[in-house]
């Protein structure tokens, strides 16, 4: 008997597993050619079916707000690159959804029949199928680095003003070095790194610095210009 493959997912943290493929913008290497940029890789189950194709059009609507947090789009499913070209073109000259028409998908998106890259991204989840990738979302930061990854089954559709929040946070924790607090934006108060001393700890909480407000000693949070945020996660 023939033991299964056991393939590790990659983690948070992790270097974005290498590759090449085919897609519909040509070839790419992967991450290399993006080094230098942040990247949503994402995968889809099937081409020509519905919820995907609410999806590519959302996404291909939002590019441009992608575009300006200096962020790529890379598109992935178990069909072949001549699949991909039909749909897009049909997705571009038929549908209509939600005011979206005439939608040009001006992104990659990876040809995997072998399924290999969807295998080596941890994409196939046999208790929902064996031959279709769930919607994944890995994001990868400028070094290569995997920052997030969240995962969707194959009924429900992402959504992508959340996408487009966990790229502006992720550039906004590092550019400030503060964390984010549940539902944050742009504008939003942001938390202060937990203090490190009791001294600190006790300087926050007396009020010593009026910058930052304290609900308690290891909860302190201050204000973030919406303006200053926006000017510094554009690049």
Excluded at 40 to 64: G, R
Excluded at 148 to 167: A, K, Q
Aim: aromatic fraction near 10%; charge should be negative; include cysteine.
């Amino acid at each position: 008997m023939m033991e299964e493959q056991v393939v590790s997912m990659p983690r948070i943290g992790d270097k974005a597993p290498a590759f090449k493929a085919v897609t519909t913008q040509g070839e790419i290497d992967f991450p290399k050619q993006y080094e230098g940029s942040w990247v949503i890789l994402f995968s889809h189950p099937a081409d020509f079916t519905p919820v995907c194709t609410s999806e590519f059009m959302t996404f291909a609507n939002m590019a441009e707000q992608f575009e300006e947090l200096n962020c790529k789009l890379v598109g992935l499913s178990i069909d072949g690159l001549y699949s991909h070209i039909a749909w897009l073109r049909t997705i571009k000259d038929k549908i209509e959804y939600k005011g979206m028409k005439n939608i040009e998908v001006k992104f990659p998106l990876i040809e995997d029949i072998s399924m290999d890259i969807a295998t080596k991204y941890g994409m196939v989840m046999p208790g929902e199928s064996n031959t279709q990738a769930v919607r994944a979302v890995f994001v990868i930061d400028p070094k290569g680095v995997i920052r997030t990854i969240i995962y969707y089954p194959l009924s429900l559709g992402r959504n992508f003003d959340e996408l487009l929040r966990v790229v502006q946070a992720l550039k906004a924790a590092d550019e400030f070095k503060i964390a984010t607090p549940a539902d944050w934006r742009p504008g939003d108060d942001v938390i202060v790194p937990t203090a490190g001393s009791c001294g600190v700890a006790e300087s926050r909480v007396s009020g010593q610095d009026s910058s930052i407000h304290c609900h308690d000693w290891f909860f302190c949070t201050k204000k973030l210009d919406k303006d200053q945020v926006l000017k510094a996660i554009k690049k």
